[in-house]
């Protein structure tokens, strides 16, 4: 990988000097008013998760001495980039112009903010906003609705002249609710900066030009929200009741000794006790832990037989999608393999540049259970796929280890497409 690595380097380096002698920072253009209108006409983002504070430098590969330290909270222009994580800089107080560290930004005007609990209302209004401001950008379809009634969303960026397609979801154990934030937040910054930004010297307009990336942030709503917010969240009086015997059961099998509402917050599986990450065909029930409905742990009663697994299934039928990139929490490990995968050699080199990106480590495979990789891997579509387990902390997640997964997180979907685009 110390190759990959270096030449990363390389085109960061070929990208900043390519854009200092060809595009100079528009701070340095001769104050006309044209310039100065242009300048002001750049969206201003605010520092955060900076810590001690965020170190600008003059020099774009961010070494010597820095020119200044920006606290959280500090407004700033985005004059270039983001070139993979660098971004060069205005500071709006100031006027002091050099280079940061691109992830500790955030448009002031960001439509998907940090939230302690991000919800699934919270997320429908922040994809009807994003539809709004990118309009021909992102593509918002819903496939299927959840047991309880929630829609099944499915959003699609770029792929206009499409030869591959990458699949990213989020959210399919109930409690790992930190990771559909972190779905849309790539999102978003792939939006934003779609015109100005590049990855290892590609344009981002071209990556997602030629690659459609379709996300599907949220694929158990219903348990998501019964996490959040316990049996209230839920619509339908049956799926209440449907939890309440998921709870007797589980205390008279010593599954839990926790009160009602804890045990709640611990929730996995959709709101009719099944556990979506093993209702799918390959290795259907093997290895589940429970034997009737739960709050983790049972696969149902046919694969498929829930309509959020079935969902993901369609899309992943419909897209054939050459990349996956599967969210969940905890640990911070990477699943990349399973015991019975078609596309292990396919997938070694994929597994290898994801890890190089996110420093987490990496794990064997096991034996099918009925696992969405599971099915994924016996598939007739050569595939790569990583599974990332964000955090370090019991799930639910704090909302302290948010900063750290998106530092780790913020260019998944770029490389994943840069990836793809260079036909490795
Ligand atoms: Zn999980």
């Not at 500790?104 to 009807?128: G, P, Q």
């Not at 049972?298 to 897209?319: D, I, M, N, R, W």
């Not at 540049?353 to 034996?367: A, E, F, H, I, W």
Request: charged letters at 20%.
């Amino acid at each position: 990988m110390k190759s990959v690595r270096y030449g990363m380097r390389l085109a960061v380096l070929f990208w900043v000097l390519f854009f200092g002698v060809c595009m100079p920072l528009r701070a340095e253009e001769p104050a006309g008013e044209e310039a100065s209108s242009e300048e002001s006409a750049l969206p201003v983002c605010r520092v955060r998760f900076s810590g001690q504070g965020l170190y600008v430098y003059a020099d774009p590969l961010l070494s010597g001495v820095p020119i200044a330290v920006l606290p959280d909270g500090a407004r700033v222009q985005v004059t270039l980039g983001p070139v993979d994580t660098l971004a060069g800089i205005r500071v709006c107080d100031t006027g002091a112009e050099g280079y940061v560290d691109a992830r500790y930004l955030k448009r002031a005007d960001a439509i998907v903010e940090d939230y302690d609990i991000y919800t699934y209302e919270e997320m429908v209004e922040d994809i009807r906003q994003l539809q709004a401001r990118y309009p021909e950008l992102l593509r918002v379809d819903t496939a299927g609705a959840s047991a309880d009634g929630r829609d099944l969303y499915v959003l699609t960026m770029g792929g206009k002249n499409a030869t591959q397609h990458i699949l990213v979801h989020a959210g399919i154990h109930a409690r790992e609710y930190t990771n559909p934030l972190l779905v849309m937040e790539q999102l978003e910054q792939c939006l934003e900066y779609y015109e100005s930004g590049s990855f290892h010297g590609t344009n981002y307009r071209d990556l997602f030009s030629n690659t459609a990336v379709h996300i599907i942030p949220m694929v158990n709503p219903d348990g998501i929200a019964l996490s959040q917010f316990g049996e209230s969240a839920l619509r339908s009086p049956e799926l209440v009741e449907m939890v309440r015997i998921c709870y007797v059961y589980d205390v008279l099998a010593g599954r839990t000794d926790k009160p009602y509402e804890v045990y709640l917050t611990r929730w996995k599986a959709n709101a009719r006790g099944v556990d979506l990450n093993k209702n799918f065909p390959f290795g259907f029930g093997i290895g589940t832990s429970a034997v009737q409905p739960s709050y983790a742990g049972y696969g149902g009663l046919l694969p498929f037989s829930e309509p959020e697994a079935a969902s993901l299934g369609a899309v992943t039928l419909q897209y054939q999608p050459t990349i996956v990139i599967s969210y969940h929490s905890m640990g911070e490990v990477a699943y990349w393999d399973t015991s019975e995968s078609r596309y292990r050699e396919l997938n070694r080199g994929f597994s290898s540049y994801m890890l190089s990106m996110v420093p987490y480590r990496r794990m064997g495979g096991g034996g099918a259970s009925g696992s969405y990789l599971d099915w994924l891997y016996s598939g007739e579509t050569p595939v790569r796929s990583v599974t990332f387990e964000t955090g370090n902390a019991a799930c639910p997640l704090p909302a302290g280890q948010y900063p750290r997964i998106w530092l780790h997180h913020g260019s998944v979907l770029q490389a994943a497409a840069w990836y793809a685009c260079a036909g490795l």
